[in-house]
């Protein structure tokens, strides 16, 4: 027994001296991978990836018992990968619209968890903080199911110089908020923004409340909380009360259950990964006729599915239009190049947005 016990220490010690030499090598490649996801504005966790590496390598654990505990080791193992790579990321600047409490400061931190976010007054002064390096990454709305596209946001991806290396959808839930204390009965007026009050009109209207527009949500929610008055309501999200003060009065008051905002990730680099499987082209055409049926039928030639289509006014010309075209597929095959050779020889301008993983949702 004490031979046996003696040889299984040594055993152990000799495993456990390799496995500290692979563990700092293997967190060394974490430092790599974090400045890669960095680099490209992309996320740390990539559950897809993590499934398939516990997938791969519990495959090739026989026992099955040993591989009952092997998953547990594997995932606790990427688990503190993930804490030394948000702890490198405790300095990554994320740029977003609005005032805390806003979606698109509550898409941020749920897109990027652990981040610096930095609020900026409009969509130009966000994409702008990237461009001039004050910021790592901007997220900004493209478009919600109620409202359409958001096109500030649209204009600035095409005419500027940033790439989209992600689209996450965030479901967008309105709530009437209060004073403490303060009970649907009490209030009179409610403030929020324009489409806010547009996607709960009926609510607002079945409760005969007075209106008052502002900037964004998180703002009225905040001009509530100053005010101290219990007639005086805000329309904004469950987070937006907790970080005010305020209390939900009435929840999930939008007119349609389906409401979600899709926000895009922006950075200096285009990220090429195997989980971003969606591209977006951006393309004026010749002003000939049949230009842009021909450019879309090279797409379909290729084989390339588009799962979105929109046109936008050029600013510079009047009367005419820039596209903006969703597919399913990246351009950087064989394939791909082939398609944006030919294409290219359709548009006037023609440019690769960037590339996303369909229905992310945060």
Same mark, same amino acid.
């Given at each position: 027994?004490?031979?046996?016990?003696?040889?299984?220490?040594?055993?152990?010690?000799?495993?456990?001296?390799?496995?500290?030499?692979?563990?700092?090598?293997?967190?060394?490649?974490?430092?790599?991978?974090?400045?890669?996801?960095? @680099?490209?504005?992309?996320?740390?966790?990539?559950?897809?990836?993590?499934?398939?590496?516990?997938?791969?390598?519990?495959?090739?654990?026989?026992?099955?018992?040993?591989?009952?505990?092997?998953?547990?080791?594997?995932?606790?193992?990427?688990?503190?990968?993930?804490?030394?790579?948000?702890?490198?990321?405790?300095?990554?600047?994320?740029?977003?619209?609005?005032?805390?409490? #806003?979606?698109?400061?509550i898409a941020a931190g749920r897109i990027f968890p652990d981040s610096n976010r930095v609020s900026c007054r409009d969509f130009k002064s966000a994409y702008s903080a990237v461009v001039n390096g004050?910021?790592?990454?901007?997220?900004?709305?493209?478009?919600?199911?109620?409202?359409?596209?958001?096109?500030?946001?649209?204009?600035?991806?095409?005419?500027?110089?940033?790439?989209?290396?992600?689209?996450? @959808?965030?479901?967008?839930?309105?709530?009437?908020?209060?004073?403490?204390?303060?009970?649907?009965?009490?209030?009179?007026?409610?403030?929020?923004?324009?489409?806010?009050?547009?996607?709960?009109?009926?609510?607002?209207?079945?409760?005969?409340?007075?209106?008052?527009?502002?900037?964004?949500?998180?703002? #009225? #929610?905040?001009s509530v909380a100053e005010m101290k008055d219990k007639s005086l309501g805000a329309i904004a999200s469950v987070e937006t009360a907790e970080i005010y003060g305020l209390e939900v009065i009435e929840?999930?008051?939008?007119?349609?259950?389906?409401?979600?905002?899709?926000?895009?990730?922006?950075?200096?680099?285009? #990220?090429?990964?195997?989980?971003?499987?969606?591209?977006?082209?951006?393309?004026?055409?010749?002003?000939?006729?049949?230009?842009?049926?021909? *450019?879309?039928?090279?797409?379909?030639?290729?084989?390339?599915?588009?799962?979105?289509?929109?046109?936008?006014?050029?600013?510079?010309?009047?009367?005419?239009?820039?596209?903006?075209?969703?597919?399913?597929?990246?351009?950087?095959?064989?394939?791909?190049?082939?398609?944006?050779?030919?294409?290219?020889?359709?548009?006037?301008?023609?440019?690769?947005?960037?590339?996303? *993983?369909?229905?992310?949702?945060?």
């Amino acid at each position: 027994m004490t031979n046996k016990l003696i040889e299984a220490r040594k055993i152990i010690n000799e495993v456990d001296s390799q496995m500290t030499e692979l563990f700092v090598k293997r967190m060394k490649a974490a430092e790599m991978v974090f400045e890669y996801k960095k @680099e490209f504005g992309l996320p740390i966790l990539d559950q897809k990836r993590e499934n398939a590496v516990i997938e791969k390598n519990t495959s090739l654990v026989e026992d099955n018992t040993i591989k009952e505990y092997y998953i547990d080791y594997i995932k606790n193992l990427m688990s503190i990968s993930r804490a030394y790579q948000y702890r490198m990321q405790s300095g990554l600047k994320v740029a977003y619209s609005g005032v805390e409490g #806003a979606f698109a400061h509550i898409a941020a931190g749920r897109i990027f968890p652990d981040s610096n976010r930095v609020s900026c007054r409009d969509f130009k002064s966000a994409y702008s903080a990237v461009v001039n390096g004050e910021c790592d990454v901007a997220v900004l709305p493209i478009e919600n199911s109620y409202a359409g596209e958001v096109g500030q946001t649209i204009d600035l991806i095409f005419s500027g110089e940033l790439f989209i290396n992600g689209i996450y @959808e965030l479901e967008i839930h309105q709530n009437l908020l209060g004073v403490s204390g303060a009970t649907v009965n009490d209030i009179k007026k409610v403030t929020s923004h324009p489409q806010a009050l547009s996607q709960c009109h009926d609510y607002i209207k079945l409760r005969g409340f007075d209106t008052e527009e502002a900037n964004n949500t998180a703002i #009225a #929610a905040k001009s509530v909380a100053e005010m101290k008055d219990k007639s005086l309501g805000a329309i904004a999200s469950v987070e937006t009360a907790e970080i005010y003060g305020l209390e939900v009065i009435e929840a999930n008051i939008n007119k349609s259950g389906e409401n979600t905002t899709r926000f895009a990730v922006l950075s200096k680099v285009r #990220a090429s990964s195997p989980t971003l499987s969606n591209s977006v082209l951006m393309f004026t055409v010749k002003n000939e006729a049949g230009s842009l049926a021909n *450019a879309l039928s090279i797409i379909g030639k290729y084989g390339y599915n588009m799962t979105a289509l929109r046109s936008r006014p050029l600013k510079k010309h009047s009367w005419q239009y820039y596209f903006y075209i969703e597919i399913d597929g990246t351009t950087d095959t064989d394939k791909g190049k082939e398609m944006l050779c030919e294409l290219n020889k359709e548009c006037d301008e023609l440019k690769v947005a960037g590339t996303f *993983a369909p229905h992310s949702e945060i």
